[in-house]
């Protein structure tokens, strides 16, 4: 994974949660976003590939996201982790993550990134993020971050590394969501645009479904 992030949202008593996240590299959507009914997590790196899970299931036992986070990190690895829970936001980017690589935590949200061309890329998914129209739907509010953060230079391997993919998320506790709630590019040249794309599709056909046969 190369840049991503992690939202809590409220919504109807408690919380909606969601993942964004691109990278230069084939099926980032199968081991990079992890979200549940209690939080968001997104993994990068040389990462256990059950770290995600393992954060989840933390999570919905009653513990917390940064407690969870300090037992699997150690100075010297080459893995990050972010996200968010019910009450906090945390993050971890090991010292031997490929550069540059940074993270960010804010007011119910997290971003961060490995092989980032520089830190500005999480700059603009923050404005991304904080700035898009008032009440938009939190997916479109995750899309409109990753997009932001791919204008601003994204993954710095483009060049050498032609095939990418990028995935969104969201889930609201109880509630449910749609299907255009969980989408994946899994090999594209253009990912995040590809996404987005498949987004605007998938919800005019989800919506007219609903409409056909309700």
Known sequence: MTYSICVREPADGGHRFGVAAATRLPAVGSVCPHVSDHGAVATAGVTDPDAGTRCLST?????RLADAFADMA?????????????????AHTGADCRPVATHRTGEGYTVAGTSLTEETVLDAMEQGYRENERDAPLVRCLLTALAAGERAGGDRREEELPVGSAAVVVSTPGAGEPLYHDLRV???????ADLR??????????????????
């Open 186 to 192: 899994d090999a594209s040249d253009s990912p995040v």
């Open 197 to 214: 794309e498949t987004y605007r599709l998938a919800k005019r056909g989800y919506e007219a479904a609903v409409e056909r046969y309700s």
């Open 74 to 90: 150690t100075d010297g690895d080459g893995s990050q982790f972010h996200g968010v829970d019910a009450a906090e936001a945390a």
């Open 59 to 63: 999570l919905a036992s009653g513990g």
